[in-house]
């Protein structure tokens, strides 16, 4: 009998893009998770998709870990160049896969570390409200337990889950569109782990992510995709433009500051939602 190995897969911060630009990208990835999971040798214990990285704990030796992510960033650049016509969008993306630790409580402090990357980022005050990801998935009894795929036809199936793949017949879908993480994740484990709701709250609060959440200007406090929608608009109605690229470097500059002043973002957060060089950024800002 193998032993058991757990591995911390994350991938490094894109600071000049975003892997998710809308909800429905966010959908897509968060069932792409789903089918490679099914198709892989690994099993996932606890993951969240953030604008511009990924995090995922997962149960298996190194070589089934890295060729998860492998195929996950795989299939997921594939819908991104279909989409936004960007080609090999994550194939510089770099991966950490680091082996954790069973005895003790690293285990515990690794989910709870990536269960609150989103509160962090300061977009919600507890990982259970954020739905890209395990965040809702652990000690919830009250979490609807969707509608099985099966249920839907072959057709609509490949619609949904953006793939051909045939998927399990234990996937569910959430009201919004996308397999609940229960379908497939290892919750009784995870829940065993921790052993008490009280208990887990205690690591999340304690996590270094829960720490940043506490520190003075603890910013942005809004999600990448908000800012992103509202650019069009800031375009037409400051300068009659009809997107960025239209801008002069004056009015993109003003814009940034506009972005600033109306949603106390800062320069990494400009940087990666417009895809400008954070020293670029910097620049511009400095020059206002």
Not at 60 to 71: H, K, L, M, P, V
Not at 118 to 126: D, G
Not at 161 to 172: C, D, E, H, V, Y
Request: aromatic share 12%.
């Amino acid at each position: 009998m193998r032993e058991l190995e757990i591995y911390l897969v994350s991938t490094d911060h894109l600071e000049d893009r975003l892997w998710f630009r809308e909800d429905v990208d966010f959908k897509v990835g968060m069932n792409y998770v789903a089918l490679v999971s099914a198709y892989s040798n690994v099993r996932i214990l606890a993951f969240i998709l953030m604008s511009n990285h990924v995090h995922f704990v997962l149960e298996g030796n190194e070589e089934d870990a890295r060729s998860f992510i492998s195929e996950y960033k795989r299939r997921y650049s594939k819908y991104y160049q279909e989409k936004y016509g960007v080609r090999e969008f994550l194939r510089g993306n770099g991966v950490d896969i680091r082996l954790l630790e069973l005895e003790g409580e690293s285990l515990e402090r690794a989910i709870a570390y990536v269960q609150m990357n989103c509160v962090a980022a300061n977009i919600c005050m507890h990982p259970s409200l954020y739905p890209w990801g395990t965040g809702p998935t652990f000690f919830n009894p009250n979490r609807p337990e969707g509608k099985p795929l099966s249920l839907f036809s072959r057709r609509a199936q490949v619609r949904i889950l953006n793939s051909k793949a045939i998927p399990p017949k234990t996937f569910r879908l959430t009201e919004d569109g996308y397999v609940d993480p229960s379908s497939y994740v290892t919750v009784s484990f995870v829940e065993r782990l921790f052993r008490t709701p009280s208990r887990f709250n205690y690591f999340l609060q304690n996590s270094s992510k829960a720490k940043i959440r506490l520190e003075e200007n603890a910013l942005p406090s809004f999600r990448d995709q908000s800012i992103l929608t509202a650019i069009p608009d800031l375009c037409r109605s400051l300068f009659r433009k009809g997107n960025v690229q239209e801008l002069s470097r004056d009015q993109l500059g003003e814009l940034l500051k506009q972005l600033r002043f109306r949603f106390s973002t800062d320069v990494a957060q400009l940087s990666r939602i417009l895809e400008i060089p954070y020293e670029e950024v910097a620049r511009l800002l400095d020059s206002l």
